[in-house]
C-alpha cells in the first residue's frame, strides 16, 4: 500500500508559477511511477504529466507541455510538479497518483489551484 499526498496549491494571478509537491510514503519501495492529473471545475478528470521511478522518463499533456516541469527526489519520496505561466484554463483541483502496474492504483484527496485573470 501506498499513501500520496499533495500540497503546494493556493490561489495566483495569471503568469504566475506555483510549485506542486507529492510525498509518498508506505510500501514505497522502488519502481513507482507517478502522475499528475487535475480535474477543472464541472469538467473530468485529465492527465498532466507522468513520471518514471529513476526520474529520466517525462510524458506531458500538451496543454502543459513548455509550462509544467514534473521531477522527483526519491531521497525524499517527494514528486514536484513546478507550474510557470499559469493560466486561468488551469485552475483545478490536482491529484497525485502512484502505480507500479498498468493501473493508477493509489491516489491523494488533491490540492485547489486557482489561477485568477
Known amino acids: 500500500q501506498v499513501q500520496v499526498v499533495e500540497s503546494g496549491g493556493g490561489l495566483v494571478q495569471a503568469g504566475d508559477s506555483l510549485r506542486l509537491s507529492c510525498v509518498a510514503s508506505?510500501?514505497?519501495?522502488?519502481?513507482?511511477?507517478i502522475g499528475w492529473f487535475r480535474q477543472p471545475p464541472g469538467k473530468e478528470r485529465e492527465f498532466v504529466a507522468t513520471?518514471?521511478?529513476?526520474?529520466?522518463?517525462?510524458i506531458y499533456a500538451n496543454s502543459v507541455k513548455g509550462r509544467f516541469t514534473i521531477s522527483r527526489d526519491n531521497a525524499k519520496n517527494t514528486v514536484y510538479l513546478q507550474m510557470n505561466s499559469l493560466k486561468p484554463e488551469d485552475t483545478a483541483v490536482y491529484y497525485c497518483?502512484?502505480?507500479?502496474?498498468?493501473?493508477?492504483?493509489?491516489w491523494g484527496k488533491g490540492t485547489l489551484v486557482t489561477v485568477s485573470s
Open positions: 508506505g510500501r514505497t519501495g522502488s519502481g513507482y511511477h
Open positions: 513520471i518514471n521511478w529513476s526520474g529520466d522518463s517525462t
Open positions: 497518483a502512484a502505480r507500479r502496474s498498468i493501473n493508477w492504483d493509489y
